[in-house]
T-cell receptor
Framework: DAKTTQPTSMDCAEGRAANLPCNHS???????VYWYRQIHSQGPQYIIH???NNETNEMASLIITEDRKSSTLILPHATLRDTAVYYC????????????FGKGTKLSVIP | GAVVSQHPSRVICKSGTSVKIECRSL??????MFWYRQFPKKSLMLMAT?????????EQGVEKDKFLINHASLTLSTLTVTSAHPEDSSFYIC??????????????FGPGTRLTVL
């Protein structure tokens, strides 16, 4: 059970911002939100993670709501190479450090 | 970021044979590595957690005698699919973690191995 909810698919025009939502309404106080993506037939790639504050790195921005029940991954200028399945994952770091992948969102960037 | 390699990238074998897949962390030491399996159009499913120098921990429903995992060093874990059958055909992916980083959930994934059993 991934315990996060994401839309099955989304389209985004090339050059525009892609905003990928994730619902994690039952998240615990010690759980981080991690985002990974998987381009077809490749291993997943780490994108970003956060706990409470918004985060930004060279790949994306992560906006977490104040109540932490949902978050949005933002790719500021989507390119065709950003077409992938994006996974939002809750992670507490306790025990065995496992990641549980849900079904993710298939993002298609359209020329 | 850290790099994880897998070898081979593709393998085709006959039913009943065994196949070994290697997972290496190239520029960092990984005390913990994970093995996942992914069927077409499905998400990744964790098969086992591999800790250096100890026995792997298998997820429910994964046969430990069929999927042998060895984590003999801090940079190498191997998965051996024994007596492979066509239903074992899948995309096998390993990852390595550095749990002491902030958050601890950043895993570095290999490129995957496509196994086809005829």
């Amino acid at each position: 059970d991934a315990k996060t909810t994401q839309p099955t698919s989304m389209d985004c025009a090339e050059g525009r911002a892609a905003n990928l939502p994730c619902n994690h309404s039952t998240i615990s106080g010690n759980e981080y939100v991690y985002w990974y993506r998987q381009i077809h037939s490749q291993g997943p790639q780490y994108i970003i993670h956060g706990l409470k504050n918004n985060e930004t790195n060279e790949m994306a921005s992560l906006i977490i709501t104040e109540d932490r029940k949902s978050s949005t991954l933002i790719l500021p200028h989507a390119t065709l190479r950003d077409t992938a399945v994006y996974y939002c994952i809750r992670y507490s770091g306790a025990g065995s450090y496992q990641l549980t992948f849900g079904k993710g969102t298939k993002l298609s960037v359209i020329p | 970021g850290a790099v994880v390699s897998q070898h081979p990238s593709r393998v085709i074998c006959k039913s009943g044979t065994s196949v070994k897949i290697e997972c290496r962390s190239l520029d960092f030491q990984a005390t913990t590595m994970f093995w996942y399996r992914q069927f077409p159009k499905k998400s990744l499913m964790l098969m086992a957690t591999s800790n250096e120098g100890s026995k792997a921990t298998y997820e429910q429903g994964v046969e430990k005698d069929k999927f042998l995992i060895n984590h003999a060093s801090l940079t190498l874990s191997t998965l051996t699919v024994t007596s492979a059958h066509p239903e074992d055909s899948s995309f096998y992916i390993c990852s390595a973690s550095q749990p002491f980083l902030a958050g601890g959930g950043e895993q570095f994934f290999g490129p995957g191995t496509r196994l086809t059993v005829l």
